[in-house]
């Protein structure tokens, strides 16, 4: 983890030197500069400097990973990697919901959004529930 703490180190420093830069590059006018830019560069700036923070402690604190140490060997990684659930059905039907809240929306059809969001509640509890019962039930 302290690889991934240096890259977000280093992100974090090139944010610090870009954003007063972005500044005076948009201060065209008396006005100030581009506040929507500015503000997003010192937002994103702040997030990357609190990834590197969480890591940077999680680093020092944890055994490295066999990928971290420079000893290790193929075998060290070996073993379960996680659970990856098979195929689904369900994200389709929570985007078509969702798709159907968005139009409503959009086309300011009150009703095609209230349809839109029972389905999309049918559908998510389905999704959540989905190794509960049925073929992948555990």
């Known amino acids: 983890m302290k690889a991934e703490a240096w890259i977000f180190a280093s992100c974090t420093i090139f944010l610090v030197l870009v954003t007063p830069a972005y500044w005076l590059v948009t201060d065209a006018s008396d006005h100030g500069g581009d506040w929507t830019g500015t503000s997003a560069l010192v937002m994103t700036t702040l997030l990357t400097l609190m990834v590197t923070i969480y890591l940077g402690f999680?680093?020092?604190?944890?055994?490295?990973?066999?990928?971290?140490?420079?000893?290790a060997e193929i075998a060290d990684g070996?073993?379960?990697?996680?659970?990856?659930?098979?195929?689904?059905?369900?994200?389709?039907?929570?985007?078509?919901?969702?798709?159907?809240?968005?139009?409503?929306?959009?086309?300011?059809?009150?009703w095609l959004g209230i349809i839109g969001i029972v389905l999309g509640a049918l559908a998510l509890v389905g999704w959540i529930y989905e190794y509960y019962r049925g073929e992948h039930a555990h």
Do not use: I
């Open 58 to 71: 999680h680093a020092n604190k944890m055994d490295p990973r066999p990928e971290d140490r420079k000893d």
């Open 78 to 110: 070996a073993g379960e990697l996680g659970f990856f659930p098979p195929y689904s059905w369900w994200p389709l039907w929570t985007a078509m919901a969702l798709g159907t809240v968005v139009f409503g929306v959009a086309a300011a059809a009150w």
